[in-house]
């Protein structure tokens, strides 16, 4: 066993934490380096057991929370900027790719002819329903005043019963 074997282990040795296994033990009884290395830890910490623990400051578990969260929240906008990025930049390639297969195999000329089809049939049926909308603003109008009506009554009664 070497001696850096012990000596990562020397501090839960000399707490109490840890009780040296027969490899520790023999290298401890036959290295005087280590043994010495045992008895300083030892003595530091017999001398931080006696030494009086300071009161806490006021407030100090509000403040080193609060300093926690916002590390955290930091932290966390930081993988939010590099999400949203990378998702952005995934779309752009996205967009790209489909612009260019439309572009490369001729179907932007058949997009187009959709597109057109499409608004048209909007156009015609925006000139059919055109007409009828003045009925159905007033109609939805005079249904959105008759629930303000209700609610306001409904308010008022259970203000009532208090």
Known sequence: MFCDEVLDQLE????????PDGRIAHHLATCRDCAGA????????????KRVAPPTPAQMTARVLTRVRRQRWRAEQYLDLGFNVTIGAVLAVIA??????L???GLAVVGNG????FSAGVTTIAARVGPSLPLYAGAGALLAGALAVWWWAEHASASNWR
């Open 114 to 117: 959709v597109v057109s089809l």
């Open 12 to 19: 839960a040795i000399a707490a109490g934490d840890v009780t």
């Open 38 to 49: 045992l008895a300083d830890a030892q003595q530091v910490e017999a001398a931080l057991a």
């Open 96 to 101: 790209g790719s489909v612009w260019l297969l």
């Open 103 to 105: 572009n490369r195999t």
